[in-house]
């Protein structure tokens, strides 16, 4: 009933920039919560940043200043623009929303499939 696409991960170079996208589709009423997850093999997964509707956006200690979350409701979709990125950033990245779907009153959590970031030092 709902699907998310992720995109715009990839290979750059330690300072580098890059732009992640997740666009969420189906019969959907409503998304209050969209945030982005990170994990790394052997560790749990950490919150990177979220945006809930009509909220400011919260971020990990370890991204505030170099991450910008934002979000474009018309489209469903949830970015996160990555700047100064370190070799530590490198993850994966999983975008989560919470939402609503249409002639349903419950709200419902959803992962996308993950897109791999990898920063070279």
């Known amino acids: 009933q709902v699907q998310l696409v992720e995109s715009g991960g990839g290979l750059v170079q330690a300072g580098g920039s890059l732009r992640l996208s997740c666009a969420a589709s189906g019969s959907i009423f409503s998304i209050n919560f969209m945030g982005w997850y990170r994990q790394t093999p052997g560790s749990q997964r950490e919150l990177v940043a979220a945006t809930t509707s009509g909220g400011s956006p919260n971020y990990g200690d370890s991204v505030k200043g170099r991450f910008t979350i934002s979000r474009d409701n018309a489209k469903n979709t949830v970015y996160l623009q990555m700047n100064s990125l370190k070799s530590e950033d490198t993850a994966v990245y999983y975008c989560?929303?919470?939402?609503?779907?249409?002639?349903?009153?419950?709200?419902?959590?959803?992962w996308g499939q993950g897109t791999q970031v990898t920063v070279s030092s």
């Open positions: 989560n929303v919470l939402l609503r779907l249409k002639y349903d009153s419950a709200w419902t959590n959803y």
